[in-house]
C-alpha cells in the first residue's frame, strides 16, 4: 500500500531508501503473501510471487483506492504461478490492498486471494511488520482454504491434479482461529500404556479433532482423525502399522473442526510412548514327556493390545548356572512345547536335559522390532525321560509346513499341509488374549477339506498345529 500525504520515500510499498523501509511507522501494519512452486521455501530458484496486504489510517475498505491500493499486472504468457487479492465487492485483482486501521482490529475482517499454479505442490507463506510482527500479542493471520473448509498456519502447501487459472474463490487470508493443544498434564509426559488415551483441550462447539505426529524414527508426519477430542497410539498403529515405536517421543498437534471448519493445529507437544510391558510365563507339565510355557495373558496382552504384530521369545537358565539359551528364533505365540532342540547355545547343540531343574522367562517382540525386557522366571524340573523329545525338528516355515489361505480371510480359510502322511494332527486357535477359540484332532490328509472361521469374530487370531515332529505357527486376520 501507499501512503498519501507522505514523504515520497516512504510511499514505496516493497522498495524505497535503505534506512527508511527499515522503519515501520506506526499508522500501518502490513503482510506480504508469497505463493512458491513446490514444498521447499527455501528455494531461491523456485518459481513465487507475492502480493501486499495490509492496514493504515485513512485508508478505505471499498474499492479501489489509488493513495492505497495497486491493480494486479497481468502475467505474462509463460507466467506459471501469479497470487493476488480481490478488492471488495469487486472482481479487482490488486498486487497492492490497504484497508483501514481501525483503533480496534476486526479479527472477522478477511483479504480474498486469486491464484493461478500449474499441477503439483505449492506453498504458501507470509511476512509481517506492524500488527502482523510476529511478536508477542502480535494479531496472527492464516489461509482459509475452501476446497476442504480449513484454516491453517502459514507455511501452508496444497497439491493441485490440474492447473488452475485465476482462481478466485479457493484462498482467503483471515485473523480469527480458535486453537487447541493437548492438555498440560499430558504434555512433556510418558504415558502409563501404549492404550492410554491423550486428550485434547476442550473446545466449545467442536465435533471432530485431528492430529498430527512428527515421529524421530525417518517416518513421514503422519495425520490421525478422532471423533471425540482423544487418541490412542493404538489408534495410529492401526492407521499406519509399524509407525508407532514403545519407548520413543513423539511430537504431536492437535486441531479442531468447529461449524464444519478445520481449525489450524495448535502448539507442539512432546509425548514419549512406555517401554515395552513384561511378560510373565508359567510352567505347566502336562505329561512327564510334556512341558508346556505359557505366557501370562493378563500381564502380556492385556498391556499389549492389537493391533501390533506380537511376538514371543523364551530364554532358559540352567538352575546353578550362568548358561543362558533363547529359542531357535522368534516364536509367534504365547505358548510353546519344551523339546530338547528347542533351546540351543551359540553353537547349536542341544541343551536340554533330564531330571535338571530350568529358570525360564519371556519377552515381548513388537512389530519383529523391538525386544522387551525379559520377565520374572518360573521353575521347571525336566522329566527323566525328556531325551525321548530330541526327535524335535524346529519350528517349520510355511511354505514346508502348512499354509493358510486366504489371509486376512472374510468368511473362512483352508490349511494347506505338506509332506502327508496320513498321521493324526492337533489344531488349536487362540484368540489375542489367549483364550482357546478351537481345537479338534485329525487326519492330515482331511484338514484341507475344512472351512475354518466362519464363526469367529473379526480380528487377530494364531494358529498351532502339532504333529509327531512338526509344530506350525502362523498368525492370521478375519476382516
Known amino acids: ?277 513384561i511378560a510373565n510365563v508359567n510352567c505347566t507339565i502336562v505329561t512327564s514327556s510334556n512341558i508346556y510355557l505359557t505366557t501370562n495373558p493378563g500381564q502380556a496382552v492385556t498391556n499389549q493390545p492389537s493391533p501390533f504384530n506380537t511376538n514371543y521369545r523364551f530364554r532358559l537358565r540352567r538352575n546353578g548356572s550362568n548358561d543362558l539359551f533363547y529359542t531357535n528364533g522368534i516364536i509367534g505365540f504365547a505358548q510353546c512345547q519344551l523339546k530338547s532342540s528347542f533351546f540351543i547355545d551359540p553353537s547349536g547343540i542341544n541343551v536340554l536335559l533330564p531330571s535338571t531343574q530350568y529358570n525360564i522367562s519371556v519377552a515381548l517382540i513388537i512389530n519383529n522390532t523391538q525386544i522387551g525386557n525379559y520377565g520374572p522366571e518360573c521353575s521347571i524340573t525336566t522329566p527323566g525321560n525328556v531325551n525321548k523329545l530330541s526327535v524335535y525338528n524346529g519350528y517349520n516355515t510355511i511354505n514346508n509346513f502348512a499354509i493358510a489361505n486366504p489371509n486376512p480371510f472374510t468368511n473362512n480359510f483352508n490349511l494347506k499341509l505338506a509332506n502327508l502322511n496320513n498321521e493324526a494332527v492337533e489344531f488349536k486357535i487362540y484368540d489375542m488374549f489367549g483364550k482357546l477359540v478351537d481345537s479338534f484332532n485329525i487326519i492330515d490328509s482331511e484338514i484341507e477339506n475344512l472351512e475354518i472361521g466362519n464363526n469367529y469374530n473379526s480380528g487377530i487370531y494364531n494358529i498351532v498345529i502339532s504333529s509327531s515332529d512338526n509344530i506350525f505357527t502362523q498368525r492370521i486376520i478375519k476382516k
Open 1 to 277: 500500500m501507499r501512503l498519501a500525504n507522505v514523504n515520497p520515500a516512504d510511499q514505496q510499498s516493497f522498495k524505497g531508501n535503505p534506512i527508511q523501509s527499515l522503519i515501520t511507522p506506526p499508522s500501518r501494519s502490513r503482510i506480504w503473501i508469497s505463493l512458491q512452486q513446490g514444498t521447499d521455501i527455501s528455494s531461491l530458484t523456485a518459481p513465487l510471487k507475492q502480493t501486499l496486504l495490509g492496514y493504515a489510517t485513512g485508508a478505505t475498505d471499498g474499492a479501489t483506492d489509488r493513495n492505497f491500493d495497486s491493480p494486479a499486472i497481468t502475467p505474462i504468457t509463460n507466467s506459471i504461478i501469479d497470487v493476488y487479492s480481490i478488492a471488495p465487492a469487486t472482481t479487482t485483482k490488486l498486487a497492492i490492498q490497504g484497508k483501514n486501521l481501525l483503533s480496534s482490529f476486526n479479527f472477522n475482517d478477511f483479504f480474498q486471494l486469486g491464484f493461478s499454479a500449474p499441477a503439483g505442490a505449492h506453498t504458501f507463506t507470509g511476512i509481517g511488520d506492524g500488527l502482523f510482527n510476529g511478536g508477542q500479542g502480535a494479531v496472527q493471520y492464516f489461509i482459509f482454504d475452501a476446497s476442504n473448509n480449513s484454516i491453517n498456519s502459514l507455511p501452508y502447501t496444497f497439491t493441485l491434479s490440474v492447473a488452475e487459472s485465476n482462481n478466485v474463490t479457493r484462498f482467503r487470508v483471515v485473523f480469527k482461529a480458535i486453537l487447541t493443544q493437548l492438555q498440560a498434564s499430558q504434555c512433556g509426559v510418558t504415558i502409563a500404556k501404549i492404550n492410554t488415551e491423550v486428550f485434547a483441550d476442550n473446545v466449545s462447539g467442536a465435533n471432530r479433532y485431528r492430529w498430527r505426529f512428527v515421529s524421530p524414527n525417518n517416518l513421514p508426519n503422519t495425520q490421525l482423525e478422532t471423533l471425540l477430542r482423544r487418541f490412542t497410539f493404538t489408534e495410529l498403529e492401526n492407521l499406519a502399522s509399524g509407525y508407532v515405536l514403545y519407548n520413543t517421543t513423539y511430537q504431536v498437534q492437535a486441531a479442531s473442526r468447529i461449524n464444519g471448519i478445520w481449525q489450524p493445529y495448535g502448539p507442539i507437544c512432546n509425548v514419549t510412548t512406555p517401554s515395552i510391558p
